[in-house]
Every structure is written in structure tokens, then in C-alpha cells.
């Protein structure tokens, strides 16, 4: 490797400072509870660069990305919970997680790829709902999954015999699990971010955004689309399912009331507001789409009784009207995203003149 | 034999407004190629003011027979509606007609989100109940039973299908419409003003979308802020059934998907031994939905064409 420049290198290690110490500036800052919205952040940064491969990178639309999460989340729950007493260790189940997920992806890419744009939209939005509906449903005959109610007491992960639920002391000073799960989820995200970005520069990436731009052309140079298509969709689809497993582990409870249609929609906005196959375009999309609706909710009641002098309406409906609001001045002010990849930003111009 | 004639009926029923909504789907995407996700709150904006109008006016004492009280009210709905499908389309589509395919997906979805936030603020949290002023009394048909409601509602439809259809076919905006959804280019260059046709086709859809709601809250006596969502997803999911782009292909997709729905409702217990339930309606109509898809990877009546660029 090249040595890169001081100023660089600095850069970086302000980086690496900040991320290190967020939880602890976040929580003096502003109390335990936006340390969960940090771990968050991550859990969705993680989803967000997994759908990226798919949107963003091989072009496909998927509007049932979540349903990979759920079965993510699902696997972990039944492995590792009283619902049939099992109690797998979670670093165990993260990769069967994983694989699963990748196994679903695929199972729904085989036959549904060759489908063109917005119809393969409809079928993974399709897909979504019936894993849905299904883990909704299947508590009756034989209870698998607990129906509506959800699953309860998921056990956490635990490393190096050390349960990341009972927080940890530092400087004689106790912090909650909130802290624990950030740097377990912020290791992972960084992993993640590797992967994409050896992804990207790889054969496999090349051949992905060639099928993006002009899929006969990419055919005509002699890349496998359906194959390459089905890596893409796997692959998103094995990011997505780890990131169920630590979003069950953390949260201790699932239902399926976090895995509807608006869920994944949410991630597809965190793509493409961020910016469509840009990894830093897409970790800025899931942080801020993570952190503006938890913000507008810290805000709208002030922000009522200062206008007004009263509460007016309700403050959930106003919290996700100017989030909705927000949605549609940022695409119509920067309509390739937040921070579009330097490729997508020329073609644009060029499109322009 | 009365269970099947039964639930053939409800799923006419449900099916017909199925394809009104879905007719706005394909509209739009026939002409721009985009994904109108915020249709299913137009339908909910219709039901809404509709109810809201007929409330004022029964409590202003109007003595009108309940027929002529909703066809009043719908007098304040459609246009309602119209203007905010043309708002819409003017706001939040149309300054990014040259923009990356996905984004106007993302300003559908934040419209879609204010409209049902607004909703809620506007008419609450709780179902609106649909006076009951509408003739509701039972026929039997075949041993089934269908009221004088559920027939008007079909007939209605069947009729602004067909008032579409010879709009679309035999009138000189159907024409414009049809040369814009070929090639907006050379439809301006043959003096076709597209960005006229457009914003008639999302008045349009608007026009059905808010009839379908009123019908749809009128047929169950409730609506409610969300009820958009689920019903514009079932429409949309018909529309591609049918083939995107295509009218026909709505109507079809739209009936199908509702008999389709109705049927799996009735008979799922029956199929698997008792093993699923009811419950399982909709996993069904996707199933059915993804594998007319895989076997016609154009819908039903759609047709092959290469991918827009």
C-alpha cells in the first residue's frame, strides 16, 4: 500500500477519534437515549450499504429488502430465546443469519431476475409482504413465531463471556448496554464498509455497474448478467440478514410490526437520498434518515407551543409531515442525491448540456 | 355452489374498484414511466371529503334522498381531488422529469407520507364512519346475496371504465395521451402540448382514484387515513398484473386480483386441509401475483418492449 499524505492520515485518525468517542459526546450531550439512536444509525448503515449493492450498484429495484432483515431477525429470535428454550450463542447464528438470508435472496432471484425494472420492483415488494404476513401468521397450527405478539426475551450477544446487555464500567463508571452494542455494531459496519469497497473495485463490482448502465452492452462483453444479477441480490441479501440477527440481539423483541412495506421503502430513500451507489453517499442517507425523525420528535412540541403558544396537532403526525417534507426538497434540490459518486454527477451534466 | 357464486360477487365487488385505482396507476406510468405512489392517498382524500361534505350536509337538514346527498358530495370530492393530483404532478414530479429514474419514486413516497400525516391531522386517528344513507337492502342472487349498493357501485364502475376507455380511443385527448405514452418527443414535434397531456392524465386518475375511495369507504361503511396504503399497493400490484402501461390490462388485473383475493379467502382452509386460514388471503394474491409474473414476465396483457432508456 502507498503512504498516503499526512494530512490524510490525520483525517482519518480524526475520524477514527470521533467514532470511538460518539456514544460518550452523544450521551453527556444529550442522554442515554440518542446512544440507541446511534446504534441504530449503524444497524441501518449496515442495511442501507447491503440494498446499495443491489440498487446501486446492479441497478435493481428491490422494495422487499426487508423481508431479508426479518428473516434475519426471526432466525436469531427462535435460535436464541424461550419460544423452544434453544439458546444458540449469537456468533453462531450470525453467519447461519447470513447464509439464510443469502439463501432466500436467491431463492427469490432465480426465477424473478430476468423480470425488467419496475416488475421486479412489484415481486420483491410482493415477497416483503408474504414474509411478513407469514411470520405474522404462524403461530397457529404449530407456534413458530408467536403471531402478532412477537417474540420476547431474545438473549444478546456476549463476547468473550463478557454479556454485552450488562453495559460495561469504565473509569469507575457504569454505562448501559446501549454503549456495548455501539462498538460491536460499529466494528461490523466497518467490516461492511470493507467489503463494499473491495466490492466495488472488484471484477464482480465492474460487471455490476456495467449491467446498471446498459445491460445488453454488458452482455455483449461477455458478463453472466443472470448470474452476476443473482450475486448482487444474494449478497445484499446475506448483509441484510446479519443485520437482523444484531437488530434482534439488541433489541431483545421482534414482531412483525418492524418489517412492513414503509421499512423498506425507508432504506430505499436512504439510498437513493444519500446518493445511489456512493458508500459515503448512502452512510450519509441512513444517518440522516435515521436521526432526522428522532429529531423532529425532540422539536415539534417546542416548536408548536413557540408558534402557537399551545399543542395544536398531534405531534407524531407533525414529526412525520415535515419528514415527508423534507423527502421531497431534497430530491427536488439534489436530484442525484446528497452526495452522488463523482461518475453519477458528470452523467448528469452531461445529460444538462 | 353458494359460497363460490358468494365470494365470486365480493371479489366483482372489491375487483371493479381494484381496477378504477389501478387505472390511474397505469395511466401515469403508461405516459412517465414512474411509480405514482402517492395515488392510494388520493383515494383516501376522496373518501374523506366525501364523508366530510355528506356530514354537513345531513346536519344542515337537507332532506334529499341518500343517492342524490353523495352524488352532491362527490361534486366537492373529484374536483378536490383533480387539483390535488394536478398539484401534485406539478410540485413534486414535473421539476424532475430529467432526473435519475428513482428519484421521483422518493418525492412520491415524502407526498405520500404528508398526505396521510395531514389526514390524520384533518380527520383523526379513529375510523370516519360513511353515514348510512345509501340503499343497503339484500337481492339474492344464485343464493348469494348482493345489495342494491354493491350493484350500483359495479355498474358505476363498469361505466367510468368504459367512459375512459372511448375518452382514451375516440377523443382527440386520448389521442395526444396515446402519442405521449409512445414518444413524448415526437408527440411535441407533431404539436402535441405533453405537458398539458400529463397533467390531464394525473386529473384524470384523480377523478377515478376519488370515486374508487368513495366506493370503497361506501361498501364497508368505514375509511380511515391509512387506508390509501393498503389499497393502493393491492392497485398497483393489479396494474402490473395486468401489464403496466396498458388499460385493459388494469381492468383485468384489477377484476382478477379481486377475485383472486375473495376466492383464496373462501377456499384457503379448504385447499390445505384447514392447516391456513383466511388470514392467508393476501399471501395468496401475491403468490398468484409473482407467478403470473415469472411465466409472463410482462403481465397479462402487456406488452414485450425493450427497457426505456
Given amino acids: 500500500m502507498s503512504k498516503s499524505p499526512l494530512k490524510v492520515r490525520l483525517a482519518y485518525a480524526g475520524i477514527a477519534l470521533l467514532l470511538l468517542a460518539a456514544p460518550f459526546l452523544m450521551g453527556a450531550g444529550f442522554g442515554n437515549s440518542w446512544v440507541r439512536v446511534l446504534d441504530f444509525v449503524l444497524l441501518y448503515a449496515m442495511l442501507a450499504l447491503g440494498l446499495n449493492i443491489v440498487v446501486g450498484y446492479a441497478g435493481l429495484l428491490d422494495l422487499g429488502y426487508i423481508a431479508f432483515y426479518a428473516v434475519g431477525a426471526y432466525l436469531f429470535a427462535i435460535l436464541a430465546s424461550p419460544q423452544f428454550d434453544w439458546h444458540v450463542s449469537a456468533w453462531i447464528i450470525l453467519p447461519m443469519g447470513g447464509m439464510l438470508a443469502c439463501l432466500a435472496g436467491a431463492t427469490l432471484g432465480a426465477p424473478t431476475l430476468r423480470l425488467r425494472g419496475d416488475y421486479l420492483a412489484i415481486v420483491t415488494l410482493g415477497f416483503g409482504e408474504i414474509v411478513r404476513l407469514f411470520m405474522n401468521n404462524l403461530d397457529r397450527p404449530v407456534n413458530i413465531t408467536n403471531g402478532p405478539q412477537g417474540i420476547n426475551l431474545i438473549d444478546g450477544v456476549t463476547l468473550f463471556g463478557h454479556p454485552l446487555e450488562r453495559g460495561f464500567t469504565l473509569f469507575g463508571q457504569r454505562f448501559p448496554s446501549d454503549y456495548a452494542y455501539y462498538y460491536l455494531f460499529l466494528a461490523l459496519t466497518l467490516l461492511v464498509i470493507f467489503v463494499c469497497i473491495r466490492l466495488e473495485n472488484s471484477r464482480i463490482g465492474r460487471a455490476w455497474v456495467a449491467i446498471r448502465e446498459d445491460e445488453i452492452a454488458a452482455q455483449a462483453m461477455g458478463i453472466n448478467t443472470r448470474n452476476v444479477k443473482l450475486l448482487a441480490f444474494a449478497m445484499g441479501a446475506s448483509f441484510g440478514g446479519i443485520a437482523g440477527c444484531l437488530f434482534a440481539a439488541f433489541q431483545g423483541f421482534v414482531s412483525p410490526e418492524s418489517f412492513t412495506l414503509m421499512e423498506s421503502v425507508m432504506v430505499v430513500c436512504m439510498v437513493v437520498l444519500g446518493g445511489m451507489g456512493h458508500i459515503p453517499g448512502v452512510i450519509l442517507g441512513a444517518v440522516l434518515l435515521t436521526v432526522a425523525p428522532e429529531f423532529l420528535r425532540e422539536i415539534v412540541n417546542p416548536l408548536q407551543r413557540a408558534l402557537f403558544g399551545r399543542m395544536i396537532v398531534d405531534p407524531e403526525n407533525l414529526r412525520m409531515l415535515l419528514f415527508g417534507l423534507a423527502l421531497i426538497i431534497v430530491m427536488l434540490f439534489r436530484p442525484a442525491g446528497l452526495w452522488p459518486s463523482r461518475r453519477r454527477r458528470e452523467e448528469l451534466e452531461e445529460a444538462h448540456d | ?309
Fill in chain 2, 1 to 309: 355452489m353458494d359460497i363460490l357464486v358468494q365470494q365470486l360477487i365480493n371479489g366483482l365487488i372489491l375487483g371493479s374498484i381494484y381496477a378504477l385505482i389501478a387505472l390511474g396507476y397505469t395511466m401515469v406510468y403508461g405516459i412517465l414511466g414512474l411509480i405514482n405512489f402517492a395515488h392510494g392517498e388520493i383515494v383516501m382524500i376522496g373518501a374523506m371529503v366525501t364523508i366530510t361534505c355528506l356530514n354537513l350536509l345531513i346536519g344542515s337538514g337537507v332532506e334529499l334522498p341518500g343517492l342524490l346527498l353523495v352524488g352532491l358530495s362527490l361534486l366537492m370530492a373529484i374536483p378536490a381531488c383533480a387539483l390535488l393530483g394536478f398539484t401534485i404532478e406539478r410540485v413534486a414530479y414535473r421539476p424532475l422529469r430529467n432526473a435519475p429514474r428513482l428519484a421521483p419514486l422518493i418525492t412520491a413516497i415524502g407526498v405520500s407520507i404528508v398526505l396521510q400525516n395531514l389526514a390524520m391531522m384533518i380527520w383523526g386517528r379513529q375510523y370516519v364512519a360513511f353515514p348510512s344513507i345509501l340503499p343497503a337492502e339484500p337481492h339474492q342472487v344464485l343464493g348469494a346475496s348482493i345489495t342494491s349498493l354493491q350493484i350500483l357501485i359495479v355498474v358505476l364502475a363498469a361505466a367510468m371504465m368504459a367512459g375512459l376507455m372511448l375518452l382514451v380511443h375516440r377523443t382527440r385527448l386520448g389521442r395526444a395521451m396515446r402519442a405521449t405514452s409512445q414518444s413524448p418527443q415526437v408527440a411535441s414535434l407533431m404539436g402535441v402540448n405533453v405537458n398539458h397531456v400529463i397533467s390531464m392524465t394525473f386529473i384524470l386518475g384523480s377523478c377515478l382514484g376519488s370515486v374508487a375511495g368513495v366506493m370503497v369507504s361506501a361498501n364497508y361503511g368505514q375509511a380511515h387515513a391509512y387506508m390509501g396504503f393498503l389499497l393502493g399497493l393491492k392497485a398497483f400490484s393489479a396494474a402490473v398484473l395486468g401489464g403496466i402501461g396498458n388499460l385493459g390490462g388494469a381492468v383485468v388485473g384489477g377484476l382478477l386480483l379481486g377475485i383472486i383475493e375473495s376466492l383464496g379467502a373462501g377456499y384457503i382452509g379448504d385447499f390445505t386441509g384447514g392447516f391456513l386460514g383466511s388470514q392467508y388471503q393476501d399471501v395468496f394474491a401475491f403468490m398468484v401475483l409473482i407467478l403470473v409474473l415469472v411465466f409472463r414476465p410482462s403481465g397479462l396483457m402487456g406488452e414485450r418492449v425493450a427497457e426505456r432508456p
